[in-house]
Nanobody, 126 residues
């Protein structure tokens, strides 16, 4: 059974960077042949696809967030990370990590992903 768990600070100040980690168990990030994605949902809004990293380390980003977003993997810890720079209160959201067997650029539909983390609330506020 594959499990994903988000972790990181729940409160970030405006203009700072947001860094989240997704710890994966039950599958190996570099050899598990999954795509590892970050998706967020702001309060009162629909989900937003942020980006994805493949098992081989290739990354794909939302055009709207590309200049502020970086996704990386730490194979020694079997984790993948999200960094979002220059945050504003509009970046307040529940952040999810997810895994899929196929590459779905821009997709947020729950059924397209095989596994999801439980989600983590991140608030951007001074």
């Amino acid at each position: 059974q594959v499990q994903l768990q988000e972790s990181g600070p729940g409160l970030v100040k405006p203009s700072q960077s947001l860094s989240l980690t997704c710890t994966v168990s039950g599958a190996s990030i570099p050899t598990g042949w999954y795509y590892w994605a970050w998706i967020r949902q702001p309060p009162g809004k629909g989900p937003e696809w942020m980006g994805v990293i493949s098992s081989s380390g290739s990354t794909y980003y939302s055009p709207a967030l590309k200049i502020r977003t970086s996704i990386a993997r730490d194979t020694s810890k079997n984790q993948f990370t999200l960094q979002l720079i220059s945050v504003t209160p509009e970046d307040t959201a529940v952040y999810y990590c997810a895994a899929s067997k196929r590459l779905f650029l821009g997709a947020t539909e729950e059924h397209l992903y095989d596994y999801w983390g439980q989600g983590m609330q991140v608030t951007v506020s001074s």
